[in-house]
């Protein structure tokens, strides 16, 4: 069992940055991607970024909307997974997951390969 808890969440006007932290806790021997979703008012919850926690080389994937704004990293001696979010943008505006998988594609990680989810963090974009 994997345990994910997400901090860093708030408030701030576009064009501002916020680091999103999830501490992991448990078993990831089966883990083999890492990543962040959000789920907006009234939307599905869709994927933002993946990192890969088992190759030899770090493989970071990430959608459209936040390529060249968001950076996925791991610390794996803190046990931590982070998303640096710069040049927000209100429809950033969100709740963001993170999730935990056993996926072995080269991609982004789709949800239902998702294993482990936290509870999320609200992020807020004002205009």
């Known amino acids: 069992q994997v345990q994910l808890v997400e901090s860093g969440g708030g408030s701030v006007q576009a064009g501002g940055s916020l680091r999103l932290s999830c501490a992991v806790s448990?078993?990831?021997?089966?883990?083999?991607?890492m990543g962040w979703f959000r789920q907006a008012p009234g939307a599905e919850r869709e994927p933002v970024a993946t990192i890969t926690t088992n190759a030899p080389s770090t493989e970071t994937y990430y959608v459209p909307p936040v390529k060249g704004r968001f950076t996925v990293s791991r610390d794996n001696a803190a046990n931590t997974l982070f998303l640096q979010m710069t040049n927000l943008k209100p429809e950033d505006t969100a709740m963001y997951y993170c999730?935990?998988?056993?996926?072995?594609?080269?991609?982004?990680?789709?949800?239902?390969?998702?294993?482990?989810w936290g509870q999320g963090t609200l992020v807020t974009v004002s205009s």
């Open positions: 999730a935990a998988g056993s996926s072995f594609r080269w991609d982004i990680m789709a949800r239902a390969e998702v294993k482990y």
């Open positions: 448990g078993y990831t021997g089966s883990i083999t991607r």
